[in-house]
């Protein structure tokens, strides 16, 4: 009588494998949702970090400084001409396929230039800011007073 060997057939092998693909493509969507997430997390981060540095910095100099937004950046500069520029001026680059805008409620004129002010005293204009990237979008409404914006809408494409 022959030996038998213990071992997997070439059914339970490929069952096995149809189960775990089922698995994995059940979870893609997961991980990519996380991962885009993660991303516009990341872009708000950059922004909020940008605008702490304006507030901060109109405080500690004294000064009004400004965010001014451009095709492809927004620039931390000194909102007076008369001020000179202490080091280098800081930015937010972004790619093509993002964008920031800035809606100014209280503006006194239509349109309004695109930048956003903070005054030595540690108030700012208030603005609603919204990004719209690969990842997904949100809008984001900031107070005079409040150094922390508030979300207002997010979604992750």
Aim: aromatic share 10%; with cysteine; glycine share 6%.
């Amino acid at each position: 009588m022959p030996a038998r060997h213990a071992a997997f057939t070439l059914l339970e092998i490929c069952l096995t494998l149809l189960i775990g693909m089922v698995l994995v493509l059940l979870a893609a969507p997961s991980v990519a949702g996380l991962f885009a997430e993660q991303r516009l997390h990341e872009s708000f981060v950059r922004f909020e970090q940008l605008a702490n540095n304006a507030r901060w910095r109109s405080t500690q100099e004294q000064q009004p400084y400004r965010l001014v937004w451009g095709k492809h950046r927004i620039i931390l500069e000194p909102a007076t001409e008369d001020a000179g520029r202490s080091g280098e001026m800081e930015s937010l680059t972004f790619s093509e396929d993002e964008s920031f805008e800035l809606v100014r409620p209280a503006a006194l004129v239509h349109p309004a230039p695109e930048e956003w002010t903070f005054w030595p005293g540690g108030t700012c204009e208030p603005v609603t800011v919204s990004y719209r990237g690969r990842s997904g979008r949100w809008q984001v409404r900031f107070e005079a007073f409040n150094p922390r914006g508030t979300f207002e809408q997010s979604e992750t494409l």
